[in-house]
């Protein structure tokens, strides 16, 4: 008969597997706490910007209405169209580093998003306005920060019926902006 023994009482072995779920738990806490840093630290940075910003802002284009309706293959005469009839899929919040179809766009406009395009705007403004993706991540406010080429260092935001362009990044006017016509969409005004 083959001896076996016990193990010594009181200690504990973990299994491979065991590790490995400790493991990727621990990394998801350690995210999630991230994130919530990051977060507070995009808020702080995003007030600080507006409270400089907001008694300045000048030179936004509004648009007549170009209506709402949900068409099949919309097109534009304009090259940022912020109202007209669009696609019935939006984009979602986020940072897309390809460019995304103008008729999408513009319904996400009319949830009450802000679409800021840029292309090679520097790694300072594009880290600000990932932190604003990021911030303000909702589908009837959110923000999309959509590539657009041929900008270079300009920005360009857009709301439904009205657009901002920057040569030079203006953070404090950008978040201005943002504050200004986030939520205020005409499908569902959250604000």
């Known amino acids: 008969m083959a001896n076996k023994t016990k193990p010594a009482r009181g200690r504990f072995k973990l299994r491979r597997w065991e590790i490995i779920v400790?493991?990727?738990?621990?990394?998801?806490?350690?995210?999630?706490?991230?994130?919530?840093?990051s977060a507070g630290d995009h808020q702080a940075s995003f007030d600080g910007y507006l409270r400089q910003g907001?008694?300045?802002?000048?030179?936004?284009?509004?648009?007549?209405?170009?209506g709402?309706?949900?068409v099949a293959n919309a097109v534009y005469g304009t090259e940022f169209p912020t109202t007209g009839p669009h696609d019935p899929t939006w984009i979602n919040p986020g940072v897309y580093s390809r460019?995304?179809?103008?008729?999408?766009?513009?319904?996400?406009?009319e949830h009450g998003m802000i679409v800021i395009y840029y292309d090679d705007p520097g790694d300072e403004t594009l880290r600000i306005l990932r932190g604003w993706a990021k911030l303000y991540p909702g589908p009837w406010s959110g923000v999309?920060?959509?590539?657009?080429?041929?900008?270079?260092?300009?920005?360009?935001?857009?709301?439904?019926?009205?657009?901002?362009?920057?040569?030079?990044?203006?953070?404090?006017?950008?978040?201005?902006?943002?504050?200004?016509?986030?939520?205020?969409?005409?499908?569902?005004?959250?604000?």
């Open 22 to 37: 400790l493991v990727v738990i621990g990394l998801g806490v350690l995210w999630a706490v991230w994130e919530t840093d």
């Open 99 to 109: 460019e995304q179809s103008p008729a999408k766009l513009v319904h996400s406009l």
């Open 54 to 66: 907001g008694a300045r802002l000048a030179g936004i284009q509004t648009v007549p209405d170009g």
């Open 144 to 191: 999309v920060v959509a590539k657009k080429n041929g900008l270079g260092r300009t920005i360009v935001l857009s709301a439904w019926r009205n657009l901002l362009r920057q040569e030079t990044f203006d953070p404090a006017m950008a978040a201005a902006f943002v504050d200004r016509f986030r939520g205020r969409g005409p499908e569902n005004p959250v604000r």
């Open 68 to 70: 709402n309706a949900h």
